[in-house]
T-cell receptor, first 112, second 119 residues
């Protein structure tokens, strides 16, 4: 089964509003990452947060991580139509294993 | 800098034919991943390599699928014989894998994908 599960599955907001997306996972991780996928394109890395970090910012993106609840959230502030895409969380693990486990993604639609 | 390069971008073939997908990772990256994406199953990891060595192929659907990485700059994913249920977008990704404080982190860089249609 996939490790990360995003919530909601789909989100529609008006341009200028904030978008909050959540991700839950089941086992211990050493990092969690968020990716964006525009229609017909490959995934693009947005941000990585390590298991000993609680919050991280990058431009209009804010990511939080709560390891006690095994959950993360991605906040996009002041959304733009160009933010319309699918967003995926991916979890990485301690040790030599370098793979990530991706969730099924959240479809974000930002209406102009 | 060129990103991950995949070819072909689109492939339409008939059931039973052999299909070969190609990937050139970003220079200097030591991990390479093959994924398959469908609406029904989402993004699935098929196989990944570290330093050209296959590490985990548990996601490869069956013996019809095989992957090779003969050198650090090239990998192939082959399906023989192909079936209609193999229709999907296949992504290749590479990662530089960096270490910090005893832990390893691995941001992945994805190629544009190959859209495979098996008729």
């Amino acid at each position: 089964s996939q490790q990360g599960e995003e919530d909601p599955q789909a989100l529609s907001i008006q341009e200028g509003e904030n978008a909050t997306m959540n991700c839950s996972y089941k086992t211990s991780i050493n990092n969690l990452q968020w990716y964006r996928q525009n229609s017909g394109r490959g995934l693009v890395h947005l941000i990585l947060i390590r298991s000993n970090e609680r919050e991280k910012h990058s431009g209009r993106l804010r990511v939080t991580l709560d390891t006690s609840k095994k959950s993360s959230s991605l906040l996009i502030t002041a959304s733009r139509a160009a933010d319309t895409a699918s967003y995926f969380c991916a979890t990485g693990y301690t040790g030599a294993n370098s793979k990530l486990t991706f969730g099924k993604g959240i479809t974000l639609s930002v209406r102009p | 800098d060129a990103g991950v390069i995949q070819s072909p971008r689109h492939e339409v073939t008939e059931m039973g034919q052999e299909v070969t997908l190609r990937c050139k990772p970003i220079s200097g990256h030591n991990s390479l991943f093959w994924y398959r994406q469908t609406m029904m199953r989402g993004l699935e990891l098929l196989i990944y390599f570290n330093n050209n060595v296959p590490i985990d192929d548990s996601g490869m659907p069956e013996d019809r699928f095989s992957a090779k990485m003969p050198n650090a700059s090239f990998s192939t994913l082959k399906i023989q014989p192909s079936e209609p249920r193999d229709s999907a977008v296949y992504f290749c990704a590479s990662s530089p894998q960096f270490s910090s404080g005893g832990n390893r982190y691995n941001e992945q860089f994805f190629g544009p994908g190959t859209r495979l249609t098996v008729l």
